[in-house]
């Protein structure tokens, strides 16, 4: 259901967003990285792709050479500006929330990570997001916690210690990663 989900996310325009705390946060920007370039395939550009980069001389001809087909994504996690304002001014546990407030659209996801299931800041993006009209899809650990019974999608894993978990969402979001790419990169 989750690549199923993600790949009509991008087949209808849409933008997959990532965040988590501590372990998960940097699991939330391997996500995007995978997404946003080659993981598993090369990703092609088109070929009207190539000749729009290749107007701009010998380094649009370089961009038009070296870069590859990308999927909208965005790290929540990344963003000191708005995380450290939202922190100051108003509450943390609304730093991803509200990031999502202003730039997620329904059809767009949310993928929300969190070992215990219970991380606040993620529930609450994952409300927001709810309210934007967009799909959440939670990766935790045994049980799901609050984010199980509160998000669209679940993956858990069949573990509650905490590097366990983070081992097991690796190679659950490489896959999910590699079928995405494979669905929409396919030639």
């Known amino acids: 259901a989750a690549v199923e989900a993600i790949v009509n996310c991008y087949k209808n325009g ?3 967003f990532c965040c988590g705390n501590g372990g998960s946060s940097a699991d939330s920007a391997h996500i995007v990285g995978e997404l946003l370039k080659g993981f598993l395939a090369r990703r092609p550009l088109s070929d009207s792709e190539k000749e729009a980069f290749s107007r701009h001389g010998e380094l649009g001809k370089l961009m038009a050479e070296k870069m590859q087909g990308s999927l909208a994504a965005v790290d929540l996690t990344t ?69 199980g019974q509160h998000f669209d999608l679940l993956i858990n894993a069949p573990s509650s210690w905490t590097p366990e978990v983070q081992e097991y969402h690796i190679a659950i979001y490489h896959l999910i990663c590699a079928l995405v790419e494979a669905a929409l990169f396919s030639q």
């Not at 730039?103 to 070992?115: A, E, V």
């Not at 606040?120 to 984010?147: D, H, P, Q, R, S």
């Open 14 to 16: 849409g933008t997959v």
């Open 79 to 147: 963003q000191q500006s708005i995380l450290s304002a939202v922190a100051n001014d108003n509450d943390p546990v609304t730093m991803y929330a509200q990031q999502l407030w202003g730039l997620g659209k329904k059809g767009d996801i949310l993928i929300g990570l969190s070992t215990s299931g219970n991380a606040k800041n993620v529930l609450c993006a994952g409300i927001a997001a709810a309210e934007k009209g967009m799909t959440t899809f939670a990766m935790t650990g045994e049980g799901g916690g609050l984010m």
